[in-house]
């Protein structure tokens, strides 16, 4: 009996010691997340705070601005993709303490950026009436689709000026993330939510002598917020050399040796194409739900507003999948990376069961706080549900895509992400919109199960160690 006991006792932690980490794993995972946590969570709970005073005016506003944040959105994932093919590079480079490998890397960010920043903005200015229009062609149900073509025209045409802030900054925290810093970017981002909430307040509503400037006066804050945090990235960066000892004789030149373009070109354009198709295939799902009427758009952009707010646990550890597994790929620890991997992801999608509990509970009181129509608040309760009961499944596909890029692995996650979603969500739902009659949750929610298939083929890619690879080495 005494065998049987100890026998089942050897399997237990056998079983634990596999699919948990002892209480030094966590506190090393949790360096490096909780501060990616907290700067997304502040930031995307400022957005909420800022969705809800521009939700106070009325519902074409917030219509209006939740179509171009859904464009704009298009774009901040080109830039991630552009930037992610050479920060799988970097992320290796300084597993092996690399500095000019880093400065390469930084240089080729800085090049891509440009490029994505330049196309974005001309493509917005000629053609930026005609995408909000896309999203307009539902039923009014009692708004004015018209007021809401005009107040998003308002609100891009002074966004477009914070696109050159982003980029930078997006330069500069991804190198840093990539090399283990992210306290600073957090604290940085904090700064500038707090510039962001303070001038929405004093220019949404034209408090304190401040001009009343609604839609505009968001998108003033937000551009204002994206150059102090801009500022506060790069001089910190600058004035740190000791430790940032890559930034020391960065600008000496922009140039990037041709065979290193190359590399980082076959590694990132397929991550460039990737995060552009997704965002594309994402304001494609809107586009669909949008053709059920102007209460849908309204209802999604709630539903969205405080979805982001809890999802940064897992977007944070994705992101941490990425820092930690490419610098032990980097390093040759292909065991210990791989069993880091697994713990990883399994603390990921339990940590989220916890957090989609707390979702739904806040699902039917979220929607009170905006000055709509009961129809949409219904809507948006209902769309959180749905997201909340997905939550652990969008953890564990989340953990799976980075795992397989921190490896190199751009091509199949490629194929696992952008094409996926091209070839299942959007079919999904673009049938189901314009030829039933089903309710849009219920089209919503099977977009969602959809999503079983990637599970499933995430699990067997990740299973299998596909992404076990030293691409640095290579």
Known sequence: MGEVMNSSNLKNTHAQSKWFGNRAFYKMILAIAVPIMVQNGITNFVSLLDNIMVGQIGTEQMSGVAIVNQLIFVYYLCIFGGLSGAGIFTAQYFGQKDDEGIRHTFRYKIWMALILTAGAIFLFVVFGQGLIQLYLNGSSDGGNLQAALRYGKEYMDVMLLGLPAFMMTQVYVSTLRECGETLVPMKAGIVAVLVNLAFNYLL???????????????????????????????????????????????????????????????????????????????????????????????????????????????????????????????????????????????????????????????????????????????????????????????????????????????????????????????????????????????????????????????????????????????
Request: hydrophobic share 55%.
């Open 204 to 474: 949404i509503y034209g408090e304190l002598g401040f001009p009343a400037l609604g839609v505009t006066g968001a998108a003033i804050a937000t551009v204002l917020s994206r150059y102090v945090e801009a500022v506060i990235v790069i001089v910190w960066t600058h004035r740190h050399q000791v430790k940032n000892t890559f930034i020391v004789g960065m600008y000496r030149t922009l140039r990037v040796p041709a065979s290193l373009v190359r590399h980082f070109f076959i590694k990132g354009v397929p991550l460039l194409v990737n995060e552009t198709l997704w965002a594309a295939a994402m304001a494609m799902l809107t586009q669909c739900y949008s053709v059920r009427g102007l209460s849908v758009v309204a209802g999604m952009n709630i539903a969205n507003t405080i979805n982001n707010v809890f999802n940064v646990v897992f977007i944070a550890m994705g992101d941490s999948v990425a820092i930690i597994i490419g610098q032990l790929l980097g390093a040759g620890k292909m065991e210990e990376a791989k069993d880091t991997d697994r713990k990883m992801i399994v603390f990921s999608v339990m940590s989220c069961i916890g957090i989609a509990a707390v979702m739904l509970i806040v699902a039917p009181l979220f929607p009170h706080l905006y000055n709509t129509t009961d129809q949409t608040r219904e809507l948006a309760a209902r769309f959180i549900m749905v997201q909340a009961i997905f939550m652990p499944q969008a953890a564990f596909m989340h953990a799976a895509y980075f795992t397989l890029r921190s490896g190199g692995k751009t091509i199949v996650t490629f194929l696992f992400d952008s094409v996926f979603v091209w070839c299942v969500s959007v079919p999904i739902a673009y049938l189901l919109s314009r030829y039933t009659d089903l309710y849009v949750v219920y089209i919503f929610a099977l977009v969602q199960i959809g999503d079983w298939v990637k599970c499933a083929i995430g699990f067997v890619l990740v299973k299998k160690g596909v992404w076990l690879q030293n691409i640095v080495k290579q």
